[in-house]
């Protein structure tokens, strides 16, 4: 599947003997046209470099840098091109440049330091590796499943348990202070004292209580403690409450990254709340130190594929990044939830996707019928499409399908393929492609490698990466494979670093005996800025279920995560009601087998007895 004669440029060099030398080689790099975005859906747009190089078996090309730690090809760094000095190695210079973000750099002068690539001074709030402090209470929600020996007859698929790890581990989210100082010790380590500041798992709350407190707020204290630099995470924001213009702290928090807030403070030789004293009422952080999210000068207009009822545009839409404005679905319900969930200016197609490929492949060739059709469907034209996104059908890689080999899985798989050619044709700037994880590994990763292979090919950057919904604020696991492309003349986005801790499940994916995980590049120790949402925090707000299917009143929002969800930026206040908030039909046996499973933690079908019960008496 590769081109013979394209190579890539890597972050590497080596020392090698002359005698290895066989013969000179050529390698040129071919960046792609500058009429790039127009080729799509031309003969040009399958021309490579090897087309005009022939039978020159001494002449290679090259196009992209490769990332192997990632698997991401990535534009190559104008200063590669020009490294002919024959002095400065780039590559060495790179990894020693790598290396010494990873080591606090102290400048004396300015009493600040530089660490992961960050200017550190005082008053600084940062986020530290769990266990830092020294602290008294360190409640978290994890599962703990009490493997026990069980009669194998009694029990008979309760030996699953016993193969798989007895605890499903969730860290502690990051410890949060303030810097009140810094220096180098003898060892000439960088080292900082640290105001400590609490979370509400740090107070002697009960879990109730713990989960109506937001995930951002934390405690004043006077507790200050000294530790070397290498415990810092990276930087935040700690705020005073008061200082929040913000109706709800959680819509400032959402401009940004890593913000915290406190109102009150925690004594902890009486392990009491108390008011905040004059310093607390006072503190500052440096004035750069905020980390809003900056505002695009207008959102990228999107075409959602394979749409469904529109989840993936929606949180597109709702980060502000782009705006949706075609939408192509199979499914007539599912395309009329998704004109629901959308704003009507959103041309929402409802027929196959081949069918409509092939529509707007001929109206661009000149097809007088097909460009009638086209005009009547409203389908975008080349150069509209700044971003595409979709979810090709995942049955044919799911783990739940068994029937991985039919024609119907077929047919599903093939469909990938006409959404790598939607991105041929318009060549958007950006392009994702999301499906189940297990699409990175079916067939030994051979798809995904297609995939990526079609992108490069195109001209475009990507790399490919698991993400756990979980990591960020979803009280579910959920595991996802991502690709991402950019154009050749626009940044590649990176995966983003995860926000809350979960459960510690493998997000690796193995290619050609090699292990990939992009969450590996972020935080140390498996932990992040914030807790885990559990199903405590996501529902325990709704009411009785109603049988007639009408909207019921919810209970008043408790946690942070249902203030979230139910806020209504329109209205400014909190959604009172719900819809479809239905109980479903179950069956007695139905209910007698779920009465028979204990109600302690880790417990799930696995502990059903095998054994004969009456429903009507099994209460």
Known sequence: ??????????????????????????????????NWSSLGGTPESIVTPTTHIGGQDQILWYRKLYDPDTAGFLEVPQILLHDDDGITCYTCSHFESEFNNQTPLFDESSNTFVYKKQ??????????????????????????????????????????????KSKLEVSDPFDIGIIEDMYVDQDKKV???????????????????????????????????????????????????????????????????????????????????????????NYAQPSDSNQDLPALERPLNMLDVFSGCGGLSIGLEQSGVAKCRWAIEWDADA????????????????DDVNKVLREIIDQGNGDDERANSRKEKQLPKKGEVDLMCGGPPCQGF????????????????????????????????????????NFAQFNGGRILILCMRALVMMGYQCQFGVLQAGNFGVAQNRKRAILLAAAPNCPLPHFPAIMNVFEQMPLTINVDDKSFDVNSNHWRNNSAPYRNMTARDAISDLADTNKGGQKVLCDDPVTWLQRTIRWCHKKQDYISQVSHHEEKGTSEIVMARIACIPKTLGADWRDLPNKCIDPQNSA
């Open 398 to 437: 799911s783990v739940m399908n068994t029937f991985h080999e039919g024609d119907k899985a077929r047919f599903k798989n093939s469909l990938i393929a006409t959404y790598l050619s939607f991105c041929d044709y318009f060549r958007p700037s950006y392009f994702i492609l999301e499906n189940v994880k």
């Open 1 to 34: 599947m590769a081109d013979p004669k394209e190579v890539f440029a890597v972050y590497d060099c080596e020392d090698i003997e002359l005698y290895r030398f066989i013969k000179p080689l050529h390698i040129q790099y071919s960046p792609v046209p500058d």
């Open 335 to 350: 395309a009329q939830a998704f004109k629901t969930n959308h704003s009507e200016d959103c041309k929402v197609v409802v």
């Open 119 to 164: 200017t550190f001074t005082k008053n600084c709030a940062v986020m530290l590796t769990p266990n830092s402090f020294n602290l008294t209470f360190r409640k978290k929600k994890g599962k703990t499943r009490n493997v026990e020996a069980k009669d194998p007859n009694l029990y008979p698929e309760y030996w699953n348990k016993k193969k798989k």
């Open 191 to 281: 080292m900082v004292q640290v105001r400590c500041m609490y979370r509400p798992e740090n107070i002697g709350y009960d879990w109730e209580e713990i989960v109506k407190q937001d995930i951002n707020k934390v405690y004043w204290t006077e507790s200050k403690v000294s530790l070397s630099a290498e415990n810092i995470e990276g930087l935040c924001h700690v705020e005073l409450r008061s200082n929040i213009t913000e109706k709800e702290p959680f819509l400032w928090s959402q401009k940004g990254l890593f913000k915290f807030y406190y109102e009150e403070a925690f004594n902890i030789e009486s392990n009491q709340l108390e008011p905040l004293n004059e310093e607390a009422k």
